[in-house]
């Protein structure tokens, strides 16, 4: 059975910094693309950043230059270091992963829950 | 940037009845757009992929059609637990990818 567990999430001042780490099981994420996606309260789906088979990351325009995704293949682990946060960064961040370019979110974690305030 | 719409933004439908939701992109996606259904607490789930593939365990009742920049979700026979909020979401051209701002499904 696939699974993925989001830990890290909790309560930050703005401008803090908070890691999220994402541990998958059931499969070999070596060979999968992951994403952040994240959810503010009462919004709808946004996507935030993913990381590609080789390594190559791309980030939504609203978190470039303060997040940085990464992942650790060994651990079969995806990871989401958030600095300089900012209100508007509250939400539930989802862990996904897609199996190329032209490939949907096919397994989600249950998501952890990011709020800043002061 | 693609940007996605959705309509309507709420659908108010009965048990056994049919309900049929939107997705439009703002340009040509082919058949890369995939259908995701979200219930309160719940992370989305994976309904629907290439348009109009069920994902896996899926029912038959959910099907989806469209290719370009005008796609459908149709859920043939409505059942309880059906009563979420659906998101669409492209996966054509990206960074950013792009999703819908979805659909409210309710009784």
């Known amino acids: 059975e696939v699974q993925l567990v989001e830990s890290g999430g909790g309560l930050v001042q703005p401008g803090g910094s908070l890691r999220l780490s994402c541990a998958v099981s059931?499969?070999?994420?070596?060979?999968?693309?992951l994403s952040w996606v994240r959810q503010a309260p009462g919004k709808g789906l946004e996507w935030v950043s993913l990381i590609h088979i080789a390594g190559d990351t791309y980030y939504a325009d609203s978190v470039e230059g303060r997040f940085i995704i990464s992942r650790d293949n060994s651990k079969n682990s995806l990871y989401l270091q958030m600095s300089s946060l900012r209100g508007d960064d509250t939400a539930v961040y989802y862990c996904?992963?897609?199996?190329?370019?032209?490939?949907?979110?096919?397994?989600w974690g249950q998501g952890a829950l990011v709020t800043v305030a002061s | 940037e693609i940007v996605m719409t959705q309509s309507p933004a709420t659908l108010s439908v009965s048990p056994g009845e049919r309900a049929t939701l939107s997705c439009r992109a703002s340009?040509?996606?082919?058949?890369?757009l995939a259908w995701y259904q979200q219930k309160p607490g719940q992370a989305p789930r994976l309904l629907i992929y290439?348009?109009?593939t069920r994902a896996t365990g899926i029912p038959a009742r959910f099907s989806g059609s469209g290719f370009g920049t005008e796609f459908t979700l149709t859920i043939s026979s409505l059942q309880s637990e059906d009563f979420a909020v659906y998101y669409c979401q492209q996966y054509n051209k990206w960074p950013p990818i792009t999703f819908g701002q979805g659909t409210r499904l309710e009784v």
């Open positions: 340009q040509n996606i082919y058949s890369n």
């Open positions: 059931g499969f070999t994420i070596s060979g999968n693309y």
């Open positions: 290439g348009s109009s």
């Open positions: 996904a992963t897609s199996r190329g370019y032209y490939s949907p979110f096919d397994y």
